[in-house]
């Protein structure tokens, strides 16, 4: 084999050892013999084989579970609490450089927050409030990742499981709370009732008639349903009384 084919052979492995694609959603971190020179990407880039090396980091949003854990409540319930928190890489350097494994740390001082900022809240404010805690949440461990060149944008409280003994109880307090409303609907419908019929009264006793007349339209209702039996008020046959010694005065 002749020195230019091997010249040949030696340039074609440089060339590939030298020439890396970085992807749209990745970036490159370049270290020269041991120093970081830059950030490159995306794209085509040439590197100098032997004394550069890079180190690829993604920019894209990365979903991360934290792991359900016991977490005893500011009013000393203990409950089981699941959550997922979303982050992604500003400063690709820094999430090279200033931490070892980002995913790792980032999980641990998630499950770490999560117990602390959960552990100040009783168990109906972590019920009610979920959304601020969330916020909270979110905030302190946004805190924490700044120096590692990553943000965090969001962490969700997905799952919160109770104690049986304090399921039933929370049924048994919401049971009384519907129970609450029913009987205080109810009253309400009967003072309403009760105002409509002192005023019906009221205007009865201003005119009398409109006594007499309810009672015969009563007695309409009544022959409509085709009833054998049909009870006369006494005081309805008073008046009757009334009318017919009168027409009786009238003929004598």
């Not at 972590?126 to 943000?151: C, F, M, R, Y």
């Not at 919160?160 to 409303?181: D, F, G, W, Y």
């Amino acid at each position: 084999m002749t020195v230019l084919g091997i010249l040949i052979v030696l340039a074609v492995v440089f060339f590939f050892m030298s020439v890396k694609v970085v992807q749209e959603y990745d970036r490159g971190v370049i270290f020269f013999l041991g120093r970081v020179t830059g950030v490159r990407g995306p794209g085509l880039i040439i590197l100098i084989p032997i004394f550069e090396r890079m180190q690829l980091t993604t920019l894209r949003t990365v979903t991360m579970e934290i792991p359900s854990q016991k977490i005893i409540t500011k009013d000393n319930v203990s409950i089981d609490i699941a959550a997922v928190a979303y982050y992604h890489v500003v400063d690709p350097q820094k999430s090279v450089i200033a931490i070892e494994n980002i995913e790792k740390a980032v999980n641990q001082i998630s499950q770490t927050t999560v117990r602390n900022v959960v552990g100040q809240f009783v168990l109906d404010q972590l019920l009610s409030t979920t959304s601020d805690i969330n916020t909270q949440i979110k905030n302190v461990i946004d805190a924490h990742t700044e120096p590692w060149g990553v943000q965090v944008t969001a962490v969700e409280i997905k799952d919160i499981v109770l104690p049986e003994n304090m399921q039933r109880a929370m049924a048994k307090e919401a049971e009384a709370e519907r129970e609450r409303r029913a009987k205080i609907v109810a009253a309400e419908g009967e003072f309403q009732a009760a105002q409509k019929l002192g005023e019906a009264a009221d205007l009865i006793t201003r005119h009398p008639v409109s006594l007499q007349l309810r009672t015969l339209q009563t007695m309409a209702e009544i022959a409509t349903e085709k009833n054998s039996t049909i009870i006369f008020p006494a005081q309805f046959m008073t008046t009757v009384q009334e009318a017919i010694k009168t027409l009786k005065a009238d003929s004598k």
